[in-house]
């Protein structure tokens, strides 16, 4: 391969925009960019144990449990996820912290030399960037988290000791298919031969099992190789091999995230003997887990709830949170999504525990207008009512101005929701 051109930037926003002018088409899936570059850089194979999480909702969680366990038990950590909520340094850590600006743009001069002419798109740029990064720390062992799908997804040029599936949802239909079957098909391509899965999904689709029956893997399913058990405020593990009692819930907020956490001690077990870990580690790593933006609380006079949830299914996690935890008043939307989204699907879901939608656009040309959302809404949700606005940041004044102490307001639909959302109380506190 060709050397490419020498590439400077003057900060980390400007390389992230250089990357997204590459390839046109934004999103193409396929390793055959990729794989060539990751040769040229000394990247295959990597010299640490690699841990690859995929999922439809709740691989972010599992990563940062993963992460919060293993560095409770005294490994060190590396950890690559996406998107980032507020700053892009978010998606890479290294023993529990963030990257800095001088690393990253070190990084991203490095591939722009090895890609040569290739195409990269800015999720293979970013994937390579955050390997380079990893690869020179040398960590005890490494977490990916799947961009989008996982058989053909750039992560997937690196060959997982164990992969994980937190879930198999529809979501991303332009790429990854229209069904459950299909869709689970991509997530088990991250398997290996002779290799563990781990698999959170209570009623994984055929065509997951069939595709990891084919890979030679070894599957291992909840409810099947392993369960957990609710009780009081805290709860129990069973494994194959092992059990855990007393645990407490995690310190991520959600309905969902014991399911996360049960699949995460899963994978503990199963890296046992290279990464032995104690019960107080893995009580200390649980207890104390924190990721923004999921179902995180604001509190407050009103409460205001923050979720990234995009899709139906984290849209009917996120419904359940709010029918178990009742406010006293009425609960509030501010919702903007984008156009590749199940928006109907979404309303539907949460069309019994919010009372009023906020509505606002997101950024262009992915981005949904808010007409658009309320169009969707209005169809799905019919017996809630709709008001637009022009931003996220208006929908929420509003979302305030209208509401009692009493009332909640939930701010959800992407990560640019949350973000923009985040951006304003930051800049009003």
């Not at 030399?113 to 293979?124: D, P, Q, S, Y």
């Not at 995690?250 to 994978?267: K, R």
């Not at 009917?316 to 999504?337: D, H, I, K, S, Y």
């Not at 929420?396 to 101005?401: D, F, I, P, Q």
Request: glycine share 8%; with cysteine; proline share 6%.
């Amino acid at each position: 391969m060709l050397p490419g051109k020498a590439v400077r930037l003057n900060s980390v926003g400007d390389w992230l925009k250089w990357q997204e002018s590459l390839n046109p088409r934004g999103i193409e899936l396929g390793l055959e960019r990729c794989l060539p570059v990751a040769r040229s850089l000394g990247l295959l194979p990597l010299p640490f144990p690699l841990v690859s999480v995929a999922g439809t909702n709740g691989k972010g969680s599992c990563v940062a449990m993963l992460e919060a366990v293993l560095s409770a038990g005294g490994y060190r950590v590396g950890a690559y996820t996406s998107p980032h909520l507020l700053r892009y340094n978010e998606t890479i850590r290294v023993a529990g912290k963030t990257v800095s600006d001088e690393t990253l743009m070190e990084a991203f001069e490095v591939v722009a030399a090895a890609r040569g002419e290739v195409k990269l798109t800015w999720f293979e740029f970013r994937t390579l960037a955050a390997v380079c990064i990893l690869r020179r720390a040398d960590p005890d062992i490494a977490l990916l988290e799947v961009g989008l799908g996982g058989r053909l997804d750039a992560v997937n040029m690196f060959d997982a000791d164990l992969a994980l599936i937190a879930s198999i949802g529809i979501d991303h239909t332009d790429w990854l298919g229209t069904s459950r079957d299909q869709i689970g098909r991509e997530k088990a391509g991250i398997s290996r031969r002779e290799r563990p899965v781990v698999c959170a999904d209570p009623a994984p689709p055929q065509g997951f099992l069939n595709a990891v029956a084919q890979s030679g893997a070894y599957l291992y399913r909840t409810g099947t190789d392993y369960r957990f058990q609710r009780a009081d405020n805290a709860w129990r593990w069973l494994g194959p091999e092992s059990s855990h009692a007393g645990l407490p819930e995690p310190g991520i907020p959600g309905e969902c995230q014991l399911s996360n956490a049960a699949a995460v001690l899963m994978a503990l077990e199963l890296l046992r003997d290279r990464f032995p870990v104690d019960l107080s580690a893995i009580r200390d790593g649980l207890s104390r887990c924190r990721l923004s933006g999921r179902q995180e609380i604001v509190p407050g006079a009103p409460e205001v709830l923050l979720d990234v949830a995009h899709n139906p299914q984290a849209a009917e996690a996120l419904a359940t949170t709010l029918l178990r935890r009742p406010c006293a008043g009425q609960t509030r939307a501010v919702f903007a999504m984008y156009t590749d989204k199940d928006i109907a699907g979404i309303a539907g879901a949460l069309s019994n525990p919010i009372h009023h939608w906020h509505v606002a656009p997101l950024s262009p040309p992915r981005g949904a207008t808010a007409a658009q959302t309320a169009q969707a809404l209005k169809a799905a949700a019919a017996t809630a009512s709709v008001s637009v606005h022009p931003d996220v940041g208006a929908a929420l004044v509003s979302a305030r101005k209208n509401s009692t102490p009493q009332d909640r307001i939930v701010v959800f639909g992407s990560f640019e929701t949350v973000r923009r959302a985040v951006e304003l109380e930051s800049s009003l506190a």
